[in-house]
């Protein structure tokens, strides 16, 4: 793993309870509810870099059935808490403890931004590799940095990757997915410098 990589998950370990309490209320509601429509009531689906169960429970509300893990040793403990009752695990998403086609829906809310660029595309083909049917949801900054050294509320110094979203578009189209869409959404903590890319494809 890119030490970067590493020193941001060591950020998320230090800061969980902060994080958490930042981001809580701050969800991408307008996109859960997409998700949840194109994916359809009880369809499977994964969260794949979940922090402390940010949106398990906006997901499930939706009707979807959710697994759900992150890297983040004190993110997964949080999450514990939450949903103690909750199929959750830590894991690496590069390498997802999943057979093929399992998934009728992939969330990756801001999942890939601690991966380097030359990571990009291995990492969203793991993310397809176990996507069978429905909708997948990714988001990053908007930008053309390479795991750039940011100060993150609450976190302090992490390692961000941002991406266009003529990027996002090609990554998604070069795995497969379908109906690939691509909005531009404003910063939930209000920071002018910041716009979000949504990506949405269909398998």
């Not at 993110?75 to 093929?100: N, S, T």
């Amino acid at each position: 793993m890119d030490p970067r990589t590493q020193e941001s998950i060591a950020a998320y370990d230090r800061a969980a309870e902060g994080y958490h309490e930042l981001w809580k209320e701050r969800r991408p509601l307008d996109a859960v509810r997409t998700f949840g429509t194109l994916a359809g009531r009880n369809a499977r689906v994964i969260d794949v870099a979940c922090g402390p169960a940010l949106d398990v429970r906006v997901l499930r509300d939706q009707g979807l059935v959710v697994f759900a893990g992150d890297r983040s040793e004190a993110l997964m403990r949080i999450g514990h808490m939450l949903f103690p009752k909750r199929p959750l695990a830590r894991w690496d998403l590069r390498r997802l403890p999943f057979a093929d086609d399992v998934f009728e829906g992939v969330w990756a809310a801001a999942a890939l931004q601690h991966l380097p660029r030359r990571e990009m595309r291995a990492a969203l083909g793991e993310l397809r590799r176990v996507h069978g049917k429905g909708p997948i949801f990714v988001s990053f900054r908007e930008g053309r940095d390479d795991l750039q050294l940011v100060d993150e509320p609450e976190l302090g110094p992490v390692h961000v990757t941002t991406v266009t979203g003529d990027e996002l578009r090609a990554l998604l189209l070069d795995q497969g997915y379908q109906q690939v869409e691509i909005q531009e959404r404003p910063d939930p903590l209000g920071r002018a410098e910041v716009t979000w890319v949504y990506g949405w494809g269909r398998c």
